[in-house]
């Protein structure tokens, strides 16, 4: 198992473990969005053989009145 930094080759594989994984299923869009908003928030898991088997999606709240804070949007494994 191996656990790295999403990258945009990556987004069509965590979409398919998304439909495979959770009733609620996003766009494209969705996925693209978190990766150029929050890079470093968004993570896949790899079995041996480097297919993508899980990933998390997680983002920044930006309310500038408020201490930093962020969630995970989306979690499949």
């Known amino acids: 198992m191996n656990i790295r930094c999403a990258k945009p080759e990556d987004l069509m594989h965590m979409q398919h473990c998304n439909l495979l994984c959770l009733p609620e299923n996003y766009q494209m869009k969705y996925y693209l969005y ?7 928030l968004s993570y896949v898991a790899e079995d041996d053989t480097g297919q993508v088997v899980g990933y998390v999606l ?4 930006e309310e500038s009145e408020e201490d930093p804070h962020g969630h995970i949007t989306s979690l499949a494994v």
Do not use: D
Request: cysteine-free; proline content about 9%; overall charge neutral.
């Open 34 to 40: 978190h990766g150029l908003s929050w890079p470093q």
């Open 58 to 61: 997680a983002k920044m709240e």
